[in-house]
T-cell receptor
Framework: RKEVEQDPGPFNVPEGATVAFNCTYS??????FFWYRQDCRKEPKLLMS???SGNEDGRFTAQLNRASQYISLLIRDSKLSDSATYLC?????????FGKGTKLSVIP | DAGITQSPRHKVTETGTPVTLRCHQT?????MYWYRQDPGHGLRLIHY???????DKGEVSDGYSVSRSKTEDFLLTLESATSSQTSVYFC?????????????FGNGTRLTVT
């Protein structure tokens, strides 16, 4: 079983919609989690870290549920510029494990 | 943006030829990584380095070697390129061990092996 799994999508949502991505992880020893954003033919860029208490950055909210071993990303008031692939990442010791990504398309 | 430069940005090479990709950073970060990204697989770790002359294998290291003779440079070599190594290669750096700090990626090298 892949250590980090996420729905590949695509998620096609209208502008202004709220969209949520979930990601499950199998390694209970994972210490840290992140969400990265990757635009087409570009490098991944850190969107936000995920803390146990949950964290919010503007329209983005990330949450971690260690008991159920999943993390989530909520995007409110979607913008066209949010269209990208979102990568869920779990960190153990030296290794980061990347999910395959969830593609989001925000439609006018 | 973190100061990470990958070269070349694009390369087409023939099967059986050696290829070296370069990653150069100006952040003085200790940790450097090489990943490859392929459709259906996501990002997979090839090799990483935790200091000058200190390197280790990642998940998909077969057919690849690395060298780090200076803090700022991390080289990835395909000793004898194969078509299965056609991919997008990303270098990444981090200030501390991955569990404590996120990665910053270079803008990638698109390698095609014909």
């Amino acid at each position: 079983r892949k250590e980090v799994e996420q729905d590949p999508g695509p998620f096609n949502v209208p502008e202004g919609a709220t969209v949520a991505f979930n990601c499950t992880y199998s390694n209970s020893a994972s210490q840290s989690f992140f969400w990265y954003r990757q635009d087409c033919r570009k490098e991944p860029k850190l969107l936000m870290s995920v803390y146990s208490s949950g964290n919010e950055d503007g329209r983005f909210t990330a949450q971690l549920n260690r008991a159920s071993q999943y993390i989530s990303l909520l995007i409110r008031d979607s913008k066209l510029s949010d269209s990208a692939t979102y990568l869920c990442v779990g960190a153990g010791s030296y290794q980061l494990t990347f999910g395959k990504g969830t593609k989001l398309s925000v439609i006018p | 943006d973190a100061g990470i430069t990958q070269s070349p940005r694009h390369k087409v090479t023939e099967t059986g030829t050696p290829v070296t990709l370069r990653c150069h950073q100006t952040e003085n970060h200790r940790y450097m990584y090489w990943y490859r990204q392929d459709p259906g697989h996501g990002l997979r770790l090839i090799h990483y380095s935790y200091g000058v002359k200190d390197t280790d294998k990642g998940e998909v290291s077969d057919g690849y070697s690395v060298s780090r003779s200076k803090t700022e440079d991390f080289l990835l070599t395909l000793e004898s390129a194969t078509s299965s190594q056609t991919s997008v290669y990303f270098c990444a750096i981090s200030r501390t061990k991955e569990a404590n700090s996120p990665l910053h990626f270079g803008n990638g090298t698109r390698l095609t092996v014909t």
